[in-house]
């Protein structure tokens, strides 16, 4: 074994630095026993598919998932039971062992998904808590009397709509929830708490697991006294419900950078572990969560802008592009490493987002160039690499609670699509979601060379290979209306251009004089092409040139 491994093979040090991760959502990707719902085993099944080491499989280097904990699946896993258990739905601790162990003997890491905000109201602590007024937990969620007139303790709203607390018969108090009722808001101010949740990290960490997305960890720790949120005077009926107030004292409050360092100082006791929080605010804000100057906070903080900001979608736009890569650049400590997604669990699909015109596979591919082009840790949203859409889900299926927006979460949750069959290959039973487009799925992708499955395997290669790619620094270059074009570039090794085009009309951009060729397009034609001076951009297309 070299220096640098540990015993699993698995290399240590800064690994997530140069990583691409795969979000898995485990309901939905592979069935391994006829449920309907996809499983631990179904995930070691299709470890190949993620990364065999070969050129015919993705390529990935970690993968997350979403929560696996025992579950009264209110929110579908963000309502933990048992933080130290694996649902049966998903399989049990003997499972989550196994694909520890299959996927380091690939070298793929895994995270597990940390929800610390809140647990289910079904959770052992939840339920002494609210037995009653001096239960020795009590305080371990925030109980507040009514105001004189019945009212909650304050204006907070729930992020699912409604307000923020719920009142318990029992005990006459209201506790605080800043999700669904069924999920009670832990108190991070106690430090029972604080040992409690920072052991269910050491119990992973035990068992293998190379770390953890962090769920909306800047809302931990809120203002002391719990105060009202300021009106929002923004508010317009047609926004959900939660945008009536800002969330002044509930989110990114400044104690929370303290609990932070306190989470890293818990994965520092075992070498080579990483987080990721799931963080929301502006560039000086998710810079903050990385810990000034020392690093001493999250080794990668989400930047979400790309995807959506201020709470609605994001544009297809060069300069909004351009706007929040280079906030995020001026913003973070040195030696910070940006982390961006173009997709998850809780957004409209990519191919969906931006097809207001039918081009959405068109900007689908050019987002693998730009996801994994810009200097960043990328996670990439399985099914994202296929073209995967929104699914139309009929009203007696719908699952997900949120439905303020857009149905809910539903559409972006369906099964991944392996093959044509009845069951797409994900399963021998009836999927829990319908599924989507028959047409996209992995085998009709795999051996096109112009399908997005290739564009985006080819892209990982390159991006491997590339040590400006996947090292380099980032900077951005002056580029006509409609493209954003930065050069990527680390000490010794070629510097590459990437440049992406966001209108429907092709762009000429100018480049530095001197032999360069197109190491992949969008247009896979162009791939090859010598490039001396400038080159043009098809129309929503996107290359990478060195
Ligand atoms: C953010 C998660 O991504 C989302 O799916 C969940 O509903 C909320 N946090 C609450 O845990």
């Given at each position: 074994m070299d220096a640098g491994e540990t015993g699993s093979g698995v290399e240590i040090g800064?690994?997530?630095?140069r990583a691409v991760v795969y979000q898995i959502y485990p309901r939905s990707f592979?069935?391994?026993?006829?449920?309907?719902i996809g499983d631990l085993q179904g995930i070691i099944d299709r470890l190949d598919y993620v990364?065999?080491?070969?050129?015919?499989?993705?390529?990935?280097d970690a993968i997350w998932l979403s929560p696996t904990f025992p579950s009264p699946m209110k929110d579908f896993g963000y309502d933990v039971s048992d933080y130290c258990d694996v649902h049966p739905d998903f399989g049990d601790l003997a499972a989550m062992d196994r694909l520890i162990d299959e996927c380091h003997r690939r070298g793929i890491r895994l995270l597990l998904d940390w929800a610390p905000n809140h647990s289910s109201d079904q959770h052992p602590w939840f339920i002494e808590s609210r037995a009653s007024r001096d239960s020795p937990r009590r305080d371990w969620y925030y109980w507040r009397d009514p105001k004189p007139d019945g009212a909650p303790p304050n204006n907070w709203r729930s992020v699912f709509g409604g307000p923020a607390w719920t009142i318990d018969a029992r005990t006459g108090q209201y506790y605080l929830h800043s999700f669904l009722k069924e999920q009670p808001d832990l108190n991070w101010r106690n430090p029972e708490v604080v040992q409690a949740m920072h052991d269910v990290l050491r119990f992973w960490m035990e068992r293998g697991v190379d770390g953890f997305r962090i769920d909306v960890l800047g809302m931990i720790v809120k203002h002391p006294d719990l105060p009202d949120n300021p009106i929002n005077p923004d508010y317009e009926p047609s926004m959900p419900d939660t945008h009536k107030v800002l969330d002044h004292h509930s989110l990114n409050y400044p104690d929370v950078f303290d609990a932070v360092a306190g989470i890293r100082r818990v994965l520092d006791e075992y070498p080579g572990r990483m987080a990721v929080g799931e963080v929301f605010g502006p560039a000086d804000v998710i810079a903050r969560y990385h810990g000034g100057e020392a690093l001493d906070g999250l080794h990668l903080a989400f930047n979400f802008q790309l995807l959506v900001h201020d709470g609605v979608q994001s544009p297809w736009d060069s300069e909004f592009m351009r706007g929040v890569v280079s906030a995020l650049e001026s913003s973070l400590p040195d030696g910070a490493q940006p982390c961006y997604a173009l997709g998850n669990h809780d957004q409209p699909r990519l191919a969906s987002r931006h097809n207001h015109d039918g081009r959405g596979q068109e900007r689908s591919r050019a987002a693998a160039l730009l996801l994994l082009g810009v200097r960043s840790t990328p996670f990439l949203y399985y099914g994202e690499e296929l073209g995967m859409v929104d699914v139309d889900i009929p009203e007696d299926r719908l699952q997900d609670p949120a439905r303020f927006y857009h149905h809910g979460r539903d559409p972006e949750r369906t099964p991944m699509q392996w093959d044509a069959s009845a069951g797409r290959g994900f399963t021998e039973g009836e999927p829990w979601l319908p599924f989507g487009p028959v047409e996209i799925n992995v085998a009709a992708q795999q051996d096109d060379p112009g399908s997005l499955l290739s564009l985006y395997r080819d892209a990982l290669r390159i991006r491997r290979d590339e040590p400006s790619l996947h090292a380099g620094e980032l900077r951005d270059i002056d580029s006509p209306t409609g493209t954003f074009v930065f050069v990527r570039h680390a000490a010794g090794a070629r510097a590459i251009h990437c440049a992406i085009n966001t209108t429907v009309e092709p762009i000429d951009i100018a480049l530095p004089e001197g032999a360069m060729s197109v190491l992949l397009a969008t247009d896979r034609a162009l791939d090859g092409l010598p490039v001396t001076g400038s080159f043009t951009v098809p129309a929503l297309g996107a290359a990478w040139i060195g």
């Open positions: 800064d690994w997530w630095r592979q069935d391994s026993n006829g449920d309907g990364n065999d080491g070969t050129d015919r499989s993705l390529g990935v």
